[in-house]
């Protein structure tokens, strides 16, 4: 028994006049891992950044259809509490390097001029960091700077700022593509224990990556939605012959 | 292609670099010639009762710079009070709306401003603030310094903040904290080292400056801290002392300059530890 | 498995799974959400008021310099009106008899500040070919390099007073025994100190611009079998030129403009100067010597008008400058 948290409907997405995302639909099942695939430029990070609203944040840029979030259309909202209840994970480990470790978990409600007892953040702090995988490695020296980490960690630490805000689903958008291989397996290990508790929407130009790690595949190509499924039946069976194409290797 | 004319060639190069390397050091000459004047007529007059107390009348002995020590914070105060809020909104205004009208305007502008001669930056503050107080003071060299302290502080400003990664912004927004949130609290910590070295190299820029004083701030021999009233400040008390045919006075004014260097080459230095330093990792 | 969620007519489901989900979160979160709607409306608000903030700071540096030319413009106009175009050609400043010329400060500050920027060149370029092209790194390098920039760092007033104790005898002393009248103050006398002031900002500029020189431009030249002399001739220079003379045109936009040092050390005399031993008086220099005792409207704003007259001059060379660094920095 499954449910979908969030929900895209011929949504299109265009700046300057481009159409970069072309009446897409597709939904996203609580608690699973959907990727996101297709070659560079087929759309995919647009669309994940609508579904946040940070694709508004370029001039010039526009959008048509709908994304609802539990039922909610998010185009209807404050982008503030989207964004809130919608967390991100960017390509690029994005840690604010002003703060501590401590302080770049709990910044969303920092920043947000959220006040929060003192054992109330304490608790936040372990339990994101603990669900990131990063406790273990951080717990001495949670007031150090939180650039000083090495790559895969601070995108785990980044993973956990996100998730600090208990959001109802989680973009990553290539979260590994600036890691190396190991903390690649790393981030992908911690995707499967994530979900269980948490929606996943990941971007990926990786097709293992999207295998290893996804229970639903969407396949763009060129601002389309080609392919939308159980990942397993798209590895194995997809219907649309460009899917084939790309999976192979013929283009991308 | 004769060995004569490599020869002739080679020379002709090696007497270039020779010439480039003498010009070169030329030109520390009278950079120490004015740092050893200093140091040798300054530090002799130098010492607390001389920092600490005011000047004597004419032909006695002794006597201090506290009035002008004292009108020199007061005038960097009064101008870092009025150009540090502006220049750095101006500069994350620039930052934040890279293109567009009036951000082309505004840099332009700021180009302009600090072509602006300092004497006269001193006739504007004159006609606008001396004119209609009726009075000289140091709210008017206050204010004529903060205009030549702003294009220095715009533009640190702009250039800090052009530094910092898109992703940073993206983050805090992806957070769901708002623009202007986004902006205090997570771009302009980011680029405070810059920020603060801009005020600090402004500051450097308009501690020594006496042309746009002359008829703003005017000069005053006691102990002013009315910021309605006239004050005295180093390069003004050097200037009085030095273009006076006393001795003593120019004693003085050895030591004013001294202190003067000090300061200004102290923020330069203090400045240059800042940035190396407090660099912000990204 | 059924992918139930993949059916669209569902929303009951999905609500009590939406609020199932909201529970799972917990007491804490829901409070939070009770106070949302408050929070939103005032980040709005400061957002606005923010954005509010930036426009108005920008918008008020623009106001600030037409505010600078619009007031000299304004208080120039009585002696716009006394004088008219007489004002730049007349040779005689005598305000007793109301006379305002000012073509012998215009001479005298052209003459100034050209002849500093003649005997600053052959040491600035020298920096910047030292800094630039010859030592890019090194102990030399930084030395010099941080000499200079103490030089910029030391105020126009300290010069001055240096100038008028140190160089002005020096200068007295030459004069005497080339057997000229020995003022010792003087065009020349401020010229030099002129050129030591100015040498910083030509240098840093012109070794910023020869750094910028590509390589493989170098190299090319060098493996052709050309020394670094002819190399720095053929190829440093000519790719260099125009930002060179940029920094040239801006340095001599600060010598112009120069107030304090020129005042101490050039004589403030108001005839016209016989030669460069002459004491003078630059356009800066008399607004300095004379603004505070200006009696009369006509008088004050004469000494405007003359402000006025040295900002377009030096803002024409300064923007000059401006863009053709801009434009030659763009291309690389």
């Given amino acids: ?252 | 292609m004769t060995d004569g004319k490599l020869v002739f060639r080679i020379i002709k190069d090696r007497l270039f670099q020779a010439v480039v390397i003498l010009f070169s050091f030329a030109m520390i000459v009278p950079l120490f010639l004015i740092i050893y004047y200093i140091i040798r007529n300054g530090i002799s007059v130098i010492n607390w009762e001389f920092l600490v107390s005011l000047p004597k009348p004419m032909g006695d002995i002794g006597g201090g710079i506290a009035n002008a020590v004292v009108g020199t914070a007061m005038l960097v105060i009064v101008a870092t009070v009025f150009a540090v809020p502006l220049g750095v909104c101006a500069g994350i205004y620039l930052s934040e709306n890279k293109k567009g009208r009036i951000a082309y305007s505004v840099r332009l502008c700021m180009e302009i401003l600090q072509g602006v001669p300092s004497i006269v930056i001193g006739i504007i503050a004159y006609s606008w603030i001396v004119l209609s107080m009726g009075t000289f003071s140091a709210l008017s060299g206050g204010v004529a310094l903060a205009i030549m302290m702003l294009p220095v502080i715009v533009r640190a400003t702009e250039e800090t903040l052009k530094l910092i990664p898109e992703n940073l912004r993206e983050a805090s927004l992806a957070l769901g904290v708002p623009y202007s949130r986004t902006i205090i609290k997570v771009i302009v910590p980011a680029g405070l080292t810059g920020i603060l070295t801009g005020v600090l190299l402004g500051i450097a820029r308009i501690a020594g400056e006496t042309a746009p004083l002359l008829f703003t701030a005017f000069g005053n021999p006691f102990m002013n801290i009315n910021i309605f009233k006239p004050v005295d400040s180093l390069p003004m008390l050097i200037f009085n002392y030095a273009t006076s045919p006393y001795p003593l006075w120019h004693a003085m004014a050895w030591g004013a300059s001294f202190v003067l260097v000090v300061l200004v080459l102290g923020l330069n230095i203090v400045t240059k530890v800042i940035t190396n330093r407090w660099k912000v990792r990204f | 498995m059924a992918i139930s969620f993949l059916d669209n007519n569902e929303k009951d489901s999905i609500m009590l799974k939406a609020a199932v989900l909201k529970n799972r979160l917990g007491s804490e979160t829901s409070m939070r959400e009770e106070s949302q709607p408050e929070q939103i409306r005032a980040s709005f608000l400061s957002d606005s008021v923010f954005k509010t903030a930036l426009n108005v700071s920008a918008v008020f540096m623009l106001l600030i310099l037409a505010g600078i030319f619009v007031t000299l413009v304004l208080e120039s106009i009585p002696s716009i009106k006394a004088a008219g175009f007489s004002f730049l050609t007349g040779k005689t400043w005598d305000p007793v008899f109301r006379e305002y010329g000012t073509f012998v400060f215009l001479v005298g500050t052209l003459v100034t500040s050209f002849l500093a920027l003649i005997i600053s060149i052959p040491f600035s370029l020298a920096i910047a070919l030292f800094s630039g092209e010859y030592f890019r790194q090194g102990v030399f390098s930084s030395f010099l390099k941080s000499a200079v920039e103490l030089l910029a760092g030391i105020p126009s007033v300290v010069y001055g007073f240096w100038a008028l104790l140190i160089l002005v005898p020096l200068v007295r002393t030459f004069e005497m025994k080339a057997g000229i009248i020995p003022y010792g103050v003087g065009i020349l006398t401020a010229s030099l100190i002129l050129a030591v002031m100015i040498v910083p900002y030509s240098a840093s500029i012109g070794s910023d611009i020869i750094s910028l020189v590509p390589s493989d431009l170098k190299e090319a030249a060098l493996s052709l079998g050309s020394t670094r002399f002819e190399m720095i001739m053929k190829v440093v220079f000519p790719y260099a030129r125009s930002g060179i003379c940029a920094g040239i045109l801006l340095s001599l936009g600060r010598a112009i403009g120069e107030t304090m040092a020129v005042t101490m050390v050039i004589g403030n005399s108001n005839l016209m100067p016989e030669n460069i031993f002459s004491p003078a008086n630059t356009m800066a220099s008399i607004i300095a010597n004379e603004f505070t005792e200006a009696t009369g409207d006509v008088y004050v704003s004469s000494l405007i008008e003359v402000g006025l007259v040295l900002l377009l001059v030096s803002l024409i060379i300064t923007v000059t400058g401006r863009y053709i660094i801009n434009r030659t920095s763009m291309q690389q």
């Fill in chain 1, 1 to 252: 028994m499954e449910s979908q948290v969030l929900k895209v409907t011929n949504f299109s997405a265009h700046f300057s006049g481009n159409q970069v995302v072309n009446n897409v639909s597709m939904k996203v099942a609580h608690n699973k891992v959907t990727a996101l695939m297709g070659p560079s430029g087929c759309g995919k990070t647009t669309l994940l950044r609508c579904i946040n609203r940070m694709h508004e944040l370029i001039p010039e840029a526009g959008v048509s259809g709908s994304i609802l979030l539990h039922n909610k259309d998010i185009y209807r909202m404050n982008p503030i509490l989207v964004r809130k209840k919608i967390g991100m994970v960017f390509q690029k480990p994005n840690p604010f390097p002003t703060m501590s470790i401590y302080d770049n978990v709990i910044a969303g409600y920092k920043l947000n001029g959220i006040s929060l007892k003192r054992d109330e953040k304490n608790r936040i702090v372990e339990d994101s960091l603990k669900k990131s995988a990063l406790w273990n490695e951080v717990k001495d020296r949670l007031y150090k700077k939180g650039s000083f980490l090495s790559g895969g960690q601070q995108q785990r630490l980044c993973i956990a700022r996100a998730l600090a805000m208990n959001p109802d689903i989680l973009l990553m958008d290539e979260p590994t593509s600036a890691l190396d291989p190991k903390a690649t397996s790393h981030i992908e290990e911690l995707l499967t224990e994530l979900k269980n508790n948490i929606t996943i929407l990941l971007v990926t130009h990786n097709i293992a990556q999207a295998a290893r790690v996804s229970d639903f595949t969407a396949f763009m190509y060129l601002g389309n939605m080609v392919e939308f499924g159980l990942t397993e039946k798209l590895f194995t069976v997809p219907e649309d012959k460009r899917t084939e194409e790309y999976l192979s290797g013929k283009f991308g």
